[in-house]
């Protein structure tokens, strides 16, 4: 028994070095955060790739966020044989070279955030399957306030505006709304990542007399609030992990109306996505609005604290609580 208490006594939390490149850190922060419960954990903002070298000596588990530089050079560390290394990838890396350079043999886990871009990896990639995993990132519902709405007219679009993002699909579909009912408008909260999209915007809702029914508001600090006032949110995306907008939105008992993109039926209920304008359109119009639906949607299969359990579970599986000492 003494023996026993002694080790207890001389435990240490298990050490998770997070590295990541400045502004890039936005998903990663509630699980930093509610991990550090349970964990002794650093984030690293890497500018050099010294502070890698210094991170993942003191770590025993080394979680890359993001497949980007930082994990080829982790994954190729002359310690990485020593260490626990984890890789979370989200979306755009998987159709970039990076995968590809990554020494996927020294990587202990690699988590993603749907079924469809891991396929993409697999195909693409010597990752073994059996180092992966499925888990989305989580809604922290507390954050979004929900209340009983409404059918309504103002739309809400949420994110940055490129091309992955479906910018013209997005003025097609408000045209064609507006043509029914003129009272209905759209508010854009986000950030064009492409001057010729500035120019197209301006150009394209002056030709459609638009002028009145489309609002560019810029990168919003808080969406909930923002969110406040709309009934719908539309999504015009060619390919999302998740779409993350949507689901705070939908938290917040908004209605969607989603584009079907490359691995939307994945993700989100099938009466949730259209393929046509037209048929984006009759969702707007439509009587059908059930906002206690929407929020336990993502209550159900995509709450944050049930996300965290998972990720937990993972490192003590990763770890190996033998060596927990």
């Not at 699909?169 to 043509?179: D, F, G, P, R």
């Amino acid at each position: 028994m003494e023996n026993t208490l002694n080790t207890i006594k001389t435990r240490r939390k298990i050490r998770i070095a997070f590295f990541v490149k400045q502004g890039l850190d936005t998903f990663i922060d509630e699980i930093i955060n509610d991990l550090s419960n349970q964990f002794d954990t650093k984030r690293i903002i890497v500018t050099e790739y010294k502070q890698i070298d210094v991170g993942m000596e003191w770590a025993d588990i080394c979680w890359f966020e993001w497949c980007d530089e930082l994990i080829i050079y982790g994954s190729a560390h002359r310690i990485s044989g020593a260490k626990k290394i984890i890789c979370r990838l989200h979306s755009y890396e998987a159709f970039t070279f990076y995968p590809m350079q990554v020494h996927w043999e020294n990587v202990d886990c690699t988590i993603f955030v749907s079924e469809h871009i891991r396929t993409t990896l697999l195909k693409e990639t010597s990752m073994d399957i059996k180092k992966t995993i499925i888990i989305p990132n989580g809604v922290n519902i507390t954050k979004y306030s929900y209340c009983e709405r409404k059918n309504g007219f103002n739309i809400a679009y949420l994110g940055y505006i490129n091309y992955k993002k479906g910018p013209q699909l997005l003025i097609q579909t408000i045209k064609s709304i507006v043509n029914r009912d003129s009272r209905y408008k759209l508010y854009i909260a986000g950030e064009f990542q492409d001057i010729r999209y500035i120019q197209y915007f301006k150009q394209m809702i002056d030709e459609m007399n638009l002028n009145k029914n489309v609002f560019y508001l810029g990168w919003q600090g808080d969406i909930n609030n923002w969110l406040e006032d709309k009934q719908y949110i539309l999504c015009t995306s060619l390919l999302e992990s998740q779409g993350m907008g949507v689901m705070q939105a939908m938290a917040k008992g908004i209605k969607p109306v989603i584009h079907n993109f490359v691995g939307a039926k994945e993700v989100y209920d099938r009466k949730y996505l259209w393929n046509t304008v037209d048929e984006a359109v009759e969702m707007v119009l439509s009587n059908e609005y059930n906002s206690l639906e929407y929020r336990k949607f993502i209550e159900d299969k995509y709450e944050a604290s049930d996300k965290i359990d998972k990720i937990s579970n993972l490192i003590m599986d990763i770890y190996g609580v033998d060596k927990y000492e």
